[in-house]
């Protein structure tokens, strides 16, 4: 049994427990709980049904299904929240405590982790460090919101084991502890539908760095810094040459004027926004490798689908699949990327972000644009409604993707490039943004 088994043995010892969510990180949870821990009694608390039989759950672990099943919280001493969870109360009106899954992983093995959040670019990241890490021979883990409960890999660590972590503000939320290494990518328009506010987004994500100690380190954005970051701060920038770590044209240059030239001919990651993502991987994973380790691993990374993903080339037109995009950067950087782009399918999910900065941009820029969905009929009223839109022929409405594909297969020229990069969420259309970009390449497809 190593120390966090030990840990989480006392840490529930005699409680008695909730699971509040019983999806991936849940089921993690229970598992640890039966394998390792002696609680008073466990439960499981959802919205939906649970089936007892099929997930193999005893007589005594108690059931809580149905839209009342948050009312039951201040029965239990100890509340484990699924990220996935909104609470219907303020952690301040329920006498129960209220943890996770990474707050426990955290409290055991802060020393060891590399946590990362951002709007975006946070999986890129995290997938980057882990490979080059992984490629250079450190004995390295991969967990958090890429897809892999903490408590899945807990068993595994060992004293050296490093975690590159991926955090979702929703994991972050109620954390009490901080990574010693932490990551801060940038802040964006984004969940607006549960925070409300972007200062209440903010607040939750700030939990990256929050509870940092003087000697930790932090890489953010030059946008990002503030005086309440409490350890060693290392800003990055692709448009502020004042920051610690400035990149531009493919260069990498610190404050000490030290550099390291991206080798952009030889690497999968397209696009100069990856540059940024590629000067944060480069100057954490400095501490623990060198220049040559981290350019071969570099050099063999695959991007993750979804994101600016190459799918195929039919009827003389390149499509791309950035399924991923949910606010106004991200489709921006789609279309500076991408090459020779001559149509963009844009919206989804109308979660209330302002889009001006995407038809400023989009209005001076050449590009064939076809809204869909709710946040794309909001665009296109507000494109046509636009007074710096010269020319709205080449602005078009689709109700929905399939007929969006179908429409840019008639519009794009040949030797063009078409890209998906919503710049809204897939909720309510889709059950993600990777079964929308799934639907994406079905279509292209489809029309060979």
């Known amino acids: 049994m190593n120390k966090f088994c030990e840990y989480v043995k006392n840490y529930t010892e005699g409680k008695k427990i909730c699971i509040l969510g019983f999806g991936r990180e849940g089921k993690s949870t229970y598992k640890i709980l039966e394998k390792y821990c002696s609680p008073k009694s466990v439960a499981i608390a959802d919205l939906n049904p649970v089936d007892r039989e099929a997930n193999g759950l005893p007589e005594d672990v108690e059931l809580i299904c149905g839209k009342e099943y948050q009312e039951c919280l201040d029965r239990f001493d100890m509340v484990f929240k699924s990220p996935g969870i909104v609470l219907e109360k303020k952690l301040s009106e329920l006498k129960c405590q209220i943890t996770c899954e990474t707050q426990v992983f955290f409290e055991v093995y802060r020393e060891q982790i590399i946590g990362i959040t951002g709007t975006k670019g946070k999986s890129t990241v995290t997938s980057l460090i882990y490979h080059v890490l992984k490629e250079s021979g450190v004995d390295c883990r991969i967990a958090g919101n890429i897809g892999i409960p903490v408590f899945d890999i807990a068993e595994g660590m060992g004293d050296e084991t490093v975690v590159v972590c991926e955090l979702s503000c929703h994991q972050l939320e109620y954390m009490t502890v901080s990574p010693k290494y932490a990551v801060f990518l940038n802040l964006y328009e984004e969940h607006l539908d549960h925070y409300g506010t972007m200062e209440n987004y903010y607040n939750a994500k700030k939990n990256i760095y929050l509870h940092q100690q003087p000697f930790d380190v932090l890489w953010c954005n030059e946008d990002i810094k503030t005086d309440d970051m409490p350890s060693i701060v290392i ?73 600016l993903e190459y799918v195929d080339t039919v009827r003389g037109i390149r499509w791309y699949d950035d399924s991923i995009s949910t606010a106004c950067a991200t489709a921006i950087s789609a279309l500076k990327s991408v090459p020779n782009v001559g149509t963009i399918l844009i919206g989804g999910m109308d979660r209330g972000i302002d889009y001006q900065p995407l038809v400023d941009f989009l209005a001076h820029f050449d590009v064939k644009v076809i809204c869909m969905e709710t946040s794309g009929r909001r665009v296109y009223d507000m494109i046509q409604s636009s007074g710096s839109f010269s020319n709205k022929d080449r602005v078009h409405y689709a109700d929905h993707l399939e007929d969006a594909v179908k429409l840019a297969a008639e519009i794009t020229s040949e030797g063009e490039s078409c890209v998906m990069s919503p710049a809204a969420a897939s909720y309510g259309i889709f059950k993600n943004f990777e079964e929308r970009g799934d639907a994406f390449k079905k279509l292209v497809a489809e029309l060979k």
């Open 235 to 307: 800003t990055v920038s692709d448009t502020d040459e004042n920051a610690d770590v400035f990149v531009s044209n493919g260069k990498i240059m610190d404050a000490d004027g030290d550099s390291y030239v991206i080798p952009v001919d030889r690497i999968k990651l397209l696009g100069t926004h990856n540059h940024y993502n590629i000067a944060i991987a480069y100057g954490l994973t400095s501490i623990m490798i060198g220049e040559e380790a981290f350019t071969k691993a570099l050099c063999t990374f695959d991007p993750l689908a979804h994101r």
